[in-house]
């Protein structure tokens, strides 16, 4: 019983210490020095370039599909005359 009692009160007293140290342990950060602010402003320059670059890229890629389009058809269209001139020759 008296260990029990002593666990007890032992453990409530650990929680509450816990408690009232979490504030302590985990404290407050400090600011980010010149040096990090400016890798910072780095890294985002960068990655707002690469996103420009990234748009450039997917039209560029656009355009190219478009103009595979175009030349698919055309294809499809002299093939198109190709054949019809080899049935006409053929008769």
Do not use: F, H
Not at 25 to 44: D, F, H, I
């Amino acid at each position: 019983m008296k260990k029990r009692r002593l666990l007890k009160r032992a453990t409530g007293y650990g929680m509450v210490l816990a408690m009232l140290s979490l504030p302590l342990l985990s404290g407050c950060a400090v600011g980010p020095n010149a040096e990090q602010l400016a890798m910072l402003e780095e890294a985002r320059k960068a990655a707002e370039s690469a996103e420009a670059d990234l748009e450039a890229c997917k039209q560029r890629r656009a355009e190219l599909e478009r103009q595979l389009a175009q030349k698919k058809q055309a294809l499809a269209e002299w093939r198109n005359i190709q054949s019809s001139v080899q049935q006409s020759l053929s008769q």
